[in-house]
């Protein structure tokens, strides 16, 4: 009966700890919390779910629209002769199809404070991403309206094997070799994505585009504010119809535009740079 009791005192203790952990784990390290809102927001606001859905269900009006006009594209890498392509839409993947948020939660908890290398491999490889709300009935309609998708990544040629399977695993549709275009599989892929789009609209008229970077949509806007906002301006009119934007407060190209075109130096310096942008 004693060494039951003791057993039960000491069950108790590890629980004790072991809540104290779990808690421990939920906060930030000290320092690290530039992304808290964004990430809060993102995972547990009806207003992110509904930016996306909104999205999306305008994505499915527009798509129905634009088959009706043979002479719609949204690409500016399309070539003459369009007209007669069979039709597709481009998307990005991470904050347009995949919800990515728990990894930067994870980098903030470990103390990180940022993307690495390892920690994105790490997530990639675990397949655990699930839908951004709303694209899975985009893309089963567009699926039913015989239109293709292509996701334009700026995931890794390695990691293309497991990016298909997460997609699969949340049922998208076109989730395979041939519509996961990542960045390096071909000698003339950078990450700069105009040269994918391309490649697709020779072949495809490209109905809408669809992300949550203005790199997804054009080139030349990894550079300062005033040039991104320059490379735009002529293409208003494409936003809300032809181009269709993914609400992601977390990261992108906007923040090194921020830092005059080019990634910070140091976590402090990019904090530096974006205290100074303010009023």
Same mark, same amino acid.
């Given at each position: *009966? !004693?060494?039951?009791?003791?057993?039960?005192?000491?069950?108790?203790? *590890?629980?004790?700890?072991?809540?104290?952990?779990?808690?421990?784990?939920?906060?930030?390290?000290?320092?690290?919390?530039?992304?808290?809102?964004?990430?809060?927001?993102?995972?547990?606001?009806?207003?992110?779910?509904?930016?996306?859905?909104?999205?999306?269900?305008?994505?499915?009006? *527009?798509?129905?629209?634009?088959?009706?006009?043979?002479?719609?594209?949204?690409?500016?890498?399309?070539?003459?002769?369009?007209?007669?392509?069979?039709?597709?839409? !481009?998307?990005?993947?991470?904050?347009?199809?995949?919800?990515?948020?728990?990894?930067?939660?994870?980098?903030?908890?470990?103390?990180?404070?940022?993307?690495?290398?390892?920690?994105?491999?790490?997530?990639?490889?675990?397949?655990?991403?699930?839908?951004?709300?709303?694209?899975?009935?985009?893309?089963?309609?567009?699926?039913?309206?015989?239109?293709?998708?292509?996701?334009?990544?700026?995931?890794?040629?390695?990691?293309?094997?497991?990016?298909?399977?997460?997609?699969?695993?949340?049922?998208?549709?076109?989730?395979?070799?041939?519509?996961?275009?990542?960045?390096?599989?071909?000698?003339?892929?950078?990450?700069?994505?105009?040269?994918?789009?391309?490649?697709?609209?020779?072949?495809?008229?490209?109905?809408?585009?669809?992300?949550?970077?203005?790199?997804?949509?054009?080139?030349?806007?990894?550079?300062?504010?005033?040039?991104?906002?320059?490379?735009?301006?002529?293409?208003?009119?494409?936003?809300?119809?032809?181009?269709? !934007?993914?609400?992601?407060?977390?990261?992108?190209?906007?923040?090194?535009? !921020?830092?005059?075109?080019?990634?910070?130096?140091?976590?402090?310096?990019?904090?530096?740079?974006?205290?100074?942008?303010?009023?």
């Amino acid at each position: *009966m !004693i060494r039951l009791c003791l057993l039960l005192v000491w069950l108790h203790s *590890m629980l004790l700890g072991q809540n104290a952990l779990n808690r421990n784990a939920c906060a930030p390290a000290p320092g690290n919390h530039e992304n808290l809102n964004a990430l809060l927001w993102m995972q547990s606001s009806i207003e992110y779910r509904h930016n996306a859905t909104q999205a999306y269900r305008l994505a499915e009006k *527009m798509l129905l629209e634009a088959l009706r006009d043979p002479d719609w594209t949204a690409a500016l890498e399309q070539s003459p002769g369009y007209q007669n392509l069979p039709p597709a839409v !481009i998307l990005d993947i991470d904050e347009t199809v995949l919800d990515n948020s728990p990894s930067e939660a994870e980098y903030m908890q470990r103390g990180t404070g940022a993307f690495t290398e390892a920690g994105w491999e790490e997530w990639v490889n675990r397949t655990a991403a699930k839908p951004i709300p709303g694209a899975v009935d985009f893309l089963q309609l567009a699926e039913a309206k015989g239109v293709e998708a292509f996701y334009v990544t700026n995931r890794e040629r390695s990691q293309e094997a497991k990016t298909i399977e997460n997609l699969r695993a949340v049922g998208l549709p076109f989730a395979d070799e041939d519509h996961v275009l990542t960045t390096g599989e071909m000698p003339d892929w950078p990450s700069e994505k105009a040269s994918r789009r391309r490649y697709v609209a020779n072949r495809y008229r490209i109905l809408l585009l669809i992300g949550d970077d203005a790199g997804d949509f054009l080139a030349g806007v990894r550079s300062n504010l005033a040039t991104r906002e320059a490379a735009i301006a002529p293409h208003e009119s494409y936003l809300g119809t032809r181009w269709i !934007i993914l609400p992601n407060p977390a990261y992108g190209s906007w923040e090194r535009a !921020i830092s005059g075109g080019r990634p910070a130096p140091t976590r402090e310096a990019g904090l530096k740079d974006k205290c100074a942008l303010l009023p």
